[in-house]
């Protein structure tokens, strides 16, 4: 059975940081790209952050460019979302979703993901 759990979420001030991490368990975690996703109420999913199955390429939304940093271990399977200069817009559920696909055209479509955490809530007060 497969399993993304996600943790690091919480309550920071604006300007702070936070580190997500994601275990994932029960797939082939270096033959998955893995991403970030978050969704704010009244929005859709978006893509945040993503990283190709070795680590060497990584991906950002333009509006995490340069704040947002996702990294991976794939001796010890968790994937991190290092978050800094954070912003009250960036508040929302952040989702760890696991792709079979590896082509870059995949990591911005939720439909492309086949796993998905439970996500963890990040909430940036101003």
């Known amino acids: 059975q497969v399993q993304l759990v996600e943790s690091g979420g919480g309550l920071v001030q604006a300007g702070g940081s936070l580190r997500l991490s994601c275990a994932a368990s029960?797939?082939?975690?270096?033959?998955?790209?893995m991403a970030w996703f978050r969704q704010a109420p009244g929005k859709e999913r978006e893509f945040v952050a993503g990283i190709s199955r070795s680590g060497g390429s990584t991906y950002y939304a333009d509006s995490v460019k340069g704040r947002f940093t996702i990294s991976r271990d794939n001796a010890n399977t968790p994937v991190y979302l290092q978050m800094s200069s954070l912003k009250p817009e960036d508040t929302a559920v952040y989702y760890c979703?696991?792709?079979?696909?590896?082509?870059?055209?995949?990591?911005?479509?939720?439909?492309?993901?086949?796993?998905w955490g439970q996500g963890t809530q990040v909430t940036v007060s101003s």
């Open positions: 979703a696991a792709s079979s696909c590896s082509s870059p055209g995949c990591y911005l479509y939720p439909r492309k993901y086949n796993y």
């Open positions: 029960g797939l082939p975690f270096s033959r998955y790209t």
